[in-house]
């Protein structure tokens, strides 16, 4: 079976990526915003710290699972595009076009500009600007993310580790600030508390959470044709970046709760702020403010960098994304599918902005969710598949205790899958339909095409 061929990112992506570009890659992209946001809702929907404590474990222990499946899948097909290339073994061409389709025109994109306007919210408090100044905010991470990355791999990785640095740096200040103010014998929950015993509903929707905040580990796959010693890097990035995320996660929760105390840390919309001010005084609500603001710029930066690989690999083997296949070879960026990207993420701020500047973009991505866990689900089964299609393919690295995780993962995803569903219906019914939009229109794009693509797959 032909990989590459000459026209191909594969052929075109020297090995610019080494094993700490990978493992930053997966902790800047998940460490994004959702520690500081999600943690209150995990705390709502358990009973107590050491439940709350639980949920974070096992969402780490679920991703190890997936991360141990897609160290295997990254190991055996190398080629540039992550899901897009197992899900196009495993399934066929259409499988493949439809994941690099919705990634663009809706799932990767819109958390994009999720995560820009949050960037752009802490900005306008931090420096004092007008509400039309967002829109305009939002945008300047998407462009500069966009620029470094088209200038090149090497500057769009070094910025990646700076900022995932900065980050990690910026939570060890808040684990510092709340061991400080730590009162530890106020982290029980008071006994009127309503939630003080959860039924496992709610600690279901605790782990729905829990794994949203966990979400983007598997993204450092995207870019396997680039990492050096792929063999050996890819599974400790994947492995190593997924309990890297854990123990900062487990750490910053119980700062949380050292510093506020459960029942504060349940009430609060805004965790490491209230630590870092009740740490050093009113002067933390800024600096929480700038560690949010880097932690956005780190996960756009990823995001821009890995999303851009997908499209290139999808626009090397079909006609109607052959626009997105172009490479700069000397410096390694795909700069159609990074143009591309941009031009979808920040046509979606204004559009948001404009239809529902209010919570316009926790609709979309309300609505996409759904999409989003079906497609990993499926590269959860594209192991199983791909071990019975390919048996003598070589496997560098093999899932452990087979086929135990893959069905682990697979069943995870199910259950995100139905929850995400039940939560888009009940802001509206319409909401799944409005997220099955994309693949609708994308299966009528790949369908009215001519088929040019399919040759690489024969053997």
Known sequence: MNDASPNEPNANAALRLGLWDAVSLVIGIVVGTSIFRTAPEVFQNTAGPWSALGAWTLGGLLSIVGALCYAELATTYTRAGGDYEYLTRAFGAWAGFLFGWTQLTAVLTSSIGTMAYTFADYGVRLFGLGDAAGVWLATTPIVGATILNALGTTLGKSTQNVCTVAKVLGLIGVVAAGVACADWGN???????????????????????????????????????????????????????????????????????????????????????????????????????????????????????????????????????????????????????????????????????????????????????????????????????????????????????????PLVFCATCGYMLWSSLTYALSISPWLPLMGAGPVAVGLVVYLATPRGHASRFAD
């Open 187 to 405: 982290l029980a929950p008071a006994e009127s508390t309503p939630t003080a015993s959860p039924s496992s509903i709610s600690f279901g929707l605790a782990m729905v959470f829990v794994l949203y905040a966990y979400g983007g580990w598997n993204d450092a796959a995207f870019v396997a044709a680039e990492v050096r010693d792929r063999r050996r890097n890819l599974p400790l990035a994947l492995i190593g970046g997924v309990l890297g995320v854990t123990a900062v996660y487990l750490a910053v929760n119980v700062a949380y709760l050292a510093g506020l105390g459960f029942d504060n840390a349940r009430a609060t919309r805004t965790p490491a702020t209230d630590v870092i001010e009740a740490a050093i005084g009113s002067v933390g609500g800024s600096l929480a403010s700038i560690l949010v603001m880097i932690s956005a710029l780190g996960a756009i930066n990823g995001m821009v960098l890995v999303g851009s690989r997908v499209y290139a690999a999808a626009g090397a083997d079909h006609r109607s994304l052959r626009w997105l296949s172009g490479w700069d070879a000397e410096r390694g960026a795909p700069r159609a599918a990074l143009i591309a990207q941009a031009v979808v993420a920040l046509a979606m701020v204004f559009a948001v902005n404009r239809i529902n500047p209010g919570d316009g973009f926790g609709t979309l991505l309300a609505a996409t969710a759904p999409v989003f866990w079906s497609f990993l689900m499926g590269t959860g089964a594209s192991v199983i598949v791909l071990r019975w299609r390919d048996p003598l393919r070589e496997r560098p690295f093999a899932v452990p205790f087979y086929p135990l995780p």
